[in-house]
């Protein structure tokens, strides 16, 4: 089992910048691959960015390209999503997930709102 504890959303110009973090806990957290999506009212949650076990790579949806950063530190058991220039688009509710390829555990979510 692993719990995952999502944190830093809020209510944001646009243009503006924001830093989610997802803590992790209960298993070793170098074993998973860890991903962020989203979910805007009325619509299907969306891929948001990843980044593997191993050697760190990184994707991303075209709509966050240049604009958002995933990254993690094994040590403290967090993942990241840098967010810049913010757009209202961004609105939704952001969760985490771990994947070792066997389960995917999700967190509860953060809810990230940018003003026009």
């Known amino acids: 089992q692993v719990q995952l504890v999502e944190s830093g959303g809020g209510l944001v110009q646009a243009g503006g910048s924001l830093r989610l973090s997802c803590a992790a806990s209960g298993r070793t957290f170098s074993s998973f691959a860890m991903g962020w999506f989203r979910q805007a009212p009325g619509k299907e949650r969306e891929f948001v960015a990843d980044i593997s076990r191993g050697d760190y790579r990184t994707a991303y949806a075209d709509s966050v390209k240049g604009r958002f950063t995933i990254s993690r530190d094994n040590a403290k058991n967090t993942v990241y999503l840098q967010m810049n220039s913010l757009k209202p688009e961004d609105t939704a509710v952001y969760y985490c997930?771990?994947?070792?390829?066997?389960?995917?555990?999700w967190g509860q979510g953060t809810q990230v709102t940018v003003s026009s």
């Open positions: 997930n771990a994947n070792d390829l066997r389960k995917i555990y």
